[in-house]
C-alpha cells in the first residue's frame, strides 16, 4: 500500500510539473529576447495557454479520482434510461470524430434502464468512447453496443484503431499508465482516463474487460448489474 501511494504520489508531483516546467521555458525564453516580433509572441502565448490546458485537465482527472477514493456511499444512484444516456455521449464526442474522420456507431440490442450513477457513469464511458476515437486511425470506426439480460447490461465499445500490445493489457488500467507516451499527450490524455472508468464501474460492482491486438483494434466490454444493492 505505502509503496503504491508513494508511486502515486511522485507520479502525481512528475505529471503536475512537466507543464509548469513548459511554460517557465517559455516564459522565460520570451523574457529573455529583446524586441519580440508580436508573431513570436503570439507563438508562445498559444503554447502556453494549451500547457494550462493541460495542466487543468490533469487536476480535473485528479479530482475525479480522489473523488471517488473516498467512498461508495457517495453514489447517487438513480433510475437511468441507459440508451439516452450513450446516446447523449455518442453526440458530444461526434465533433471529435468527425475531425479524425472516424465513424462512430450506436447500435442498441434492446431498451435499458438500470439503478447508476448518471454522472458517473457518463464519465466512465465517455472515456472508453473517447479512447476509441483517439487512439483510431484515419477514417476508422467505433461501435457502442448496448444490450442485456435479466441481471446485467453490457456496453461494448469496439474500435478499429492502433490496438494495446499484449504486454501492455494488464497495466493500462493503473494510474498515469499510457502506452505510447507522446501519442497520449499529443490527444490531451492524462493517463488517469481508464483508472477512472475502472474505478466507477467496480462502484457499481460491475466489471470491465479488454480485448485487444496491436494493429488490428480494441474491444472494451462493461458489465454492470440492472440493480443496485449497496
Ligand atoms: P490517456 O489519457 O493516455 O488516454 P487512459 O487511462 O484513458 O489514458 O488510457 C491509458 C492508455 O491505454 C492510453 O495512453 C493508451 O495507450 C491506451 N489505450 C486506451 N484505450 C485505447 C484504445 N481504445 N486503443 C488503443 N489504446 C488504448
Do not use: C
Amino acid at each position: 500500500m505505502d509503496q503504491t501511494r508513494e508511486e502515486f504520489v511522485s507520479n502525481v508531483s512528475h505529471e503536475l510539473k512537466t507543464p509548469i516546467t513548459s511554460i517557465r521555458v517559455l516564459a522565460d525564453s520570451l523574457m529573455s529576447m529583446e524586441e519580440v516580433p508580436v508573431e513570436l509572441y503570439r507563438e508562445f502565448m498559444t503554447d502556453i495557454s494549451d500547457e494550462i490546458d493541460r495542466e487543468s485537465k490533469i487536476i480535473d482527472d485528479l479530482l475525479s479520482l480522489v473523488k471517488m477514493d473516498k467512498a461508495a456511499a457517495e453514489l447517487n444512484i438513480a433510475q437511468v434510461d441507459i440508451n439516452a444516456l450513450v446516446q447523449q455521449i455518442l453526440k458530444r464526442l461526434r465533433p471529435i470524430a468527425k475531425k479524425r474522420n472516424v465513424e462512430l456507431i450506436y447500435e442498441s440490442i434492446r431498451e435499458v434502464t438500470a439503478d447508476v450513477d448518471e454522472v458517473k457513469l457518463s464519465l466512465a464511458i465517455n472515456n472508453l468512447v473517447e479512447n476509441a476515437v483517439k487512439y483510431n486511425i484515419e477514417n476508422g470506426w467505433v461501435r457502442v453496443t448496448l444490450d442485456a439480460d435479466h441481471k446485467f447490461f453490457y456496453i461494448k465499445v469496439a474500435d478499429s484503431g492502433i490496438g494495446i500490445p499484449e504486454e501492455y493489457q494488464e497495466h493500462i488500467f493503473e494510474r498515469f499508465y499510457r502506452v505510447d507516451k507522446a501519442r497520449s499527450r499529443e490527444t490531451g490524455g492524462t493517463g488517469l482516463g481508464l483508472s477512472i472508468t475502472r474505478n466507477v464501474i467496480l462502484m457499481h460492482h460491475g466489471a470491465i474487460r479488454l480485448s485487444s491486438k496491436e494493429g488490428e483494434g480494441s474491444t472494451f466490454t462493461v458489465r454492470i448489474p440492472l440493480n443496485y444493492i449497496s
